[in-house]
């Protein structure tokens, strides 16, 4: 039991981005729970080893060799699989092995989140081909590094996903930043996912948000009831006489199922919320705006 309980903590420490992206040195050589459990005794590293629960969390990080992420996924046995991977190195053989061992365990996976360059996790969108039938909930978080403007094809300027119709269980797709536009592998229409309840986009303050791509990315998610949109910059007025030039031309996106919507914006793009009035959202209860509820009054526009 207290072998089973021990797989929480790691869960915790698997948000942790810093610790990812290298940038957080103290936590460097750390070891993750199991291990300290499994180096008690030869008896406890016995029901440690024996107790497939306590290796369904792992995160794969620079600082794990690839033998060690092979054991700890093989002592899961079959068990789901909550798996954090970081590519955060644009060499070849760097991304091989993470890529293999994702490939291997795709069947296993409940959570997934991948941390790293867009050079490799471009090239991950097309070389994790293997089935997830239970991936729940899929995070690519891409970091930016100073190599690619050398290596990365302008072919792959766009971000660049594996189709999430290939998830058919997933209920969870965050993807930070979005990068426009915006393509999966092999290729977008008809991609996303009927099953998918949450969705996630974090956007960057440049280039601005493009509200035509947005919308269309939106509107594929049929089912969706929660929205997230992170660091949206959309328009910098102050106010308008007329019509916002952001949303000129664009129609409406229907959200019927939607049910939650939170926004944050980018510096000195919290004025203007035009755009909002183009969401179609008959079913919205929720509505939070730089973390103020005060949009909920508004909730009536908004919704028609
Ligand atoms: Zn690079
Ligand atoms: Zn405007």
Avoid at 22 to 27: A, I, K, L, Q, V
Avoid at 41 to 54: D, F, Q, V
Avoid at 123 to 136: G, I, N
Wanted: aromatic content about 10%; some cysteine; overall charge neutral.
């Amino acid at each position: 039991m207290i072998f089973e309980a021990a797989a929480e903590p790691l869960r915790n420490t698997s948000d942790s981005l810093f610790h990812l992206s290298g940038m957080e040195p103290s936590r460097r050589g750390r070891r993750p729970s199991q291990i300290d459990i499994a180096a008690v005794c030869s008896r406890w590293r016995t029901i440690a080893h024996k107790t497939a629960t306590m290796w369904n969390t792992i995160i794969f990080d620079n600082y794990l060799a690839n033998e060690a992420a092979e054991e700890w996924c093989a002592r899961g046995k079959s068990t789901p699989l909550d798996l954090v991977v970081a590519f955060l190195d644009c060499a070849e053989e760097g991304r091989w092995h993470r890529v293999a061992l994702i490939n291997r365990v795709s069947h296993r996976l409940r959570t997934l989140k991948l941390v790293g360059y867009k050079l490799p996790l471009n090239h991950v969108a097309s070389e994790w081909t293997l089935p997830a039938p239970w991936l729940q909930t899929y995070e690519v978080l891409t970091r930016f590094c100073y190599c690619e403007d050398h290596t990365v094809s302008m072919d792959a300027t766009g971000m660049f996903i594996r189709a999430p119709s290939s998830f058919p269980a997933l209920r969870s797709l965050k993807i930070s930043p979005m990068y426009f536009p915006w393509r999966t592998a092999p290729a977008f229409d008809g991609c996303c996912a009927s099953s998918v309840q949450d969705l996630t986009l974090s956007f960057q303050d440049w280039p601005r948000t493009d509200l035509a791509s947005t919308f269309r990315l939106l509107a594929a998610f049929q089912n969706m009831t929660s929205l997230k949109l992170e660091n949206v910059a959309i328009c910098e007025a102050g106010s308008h006489a007329t019509e916002c030039t952001a949303i000129v031309g664009l129609e409406p996106v229907h959200l019927l199922q939607l049910q939650s919507l939170l926004v944050t914006t980018s510096y000195g793009f919290d004025s203007c919320f035009q755009w909002l009035h183009l969401l179609d959202a008959p079913s919205l209860r929720t509505v939070n705006i730089n973390n103020s509820q005060s949009w909920q009054r508004e909730l009536p526009q908004i919704a028609g």
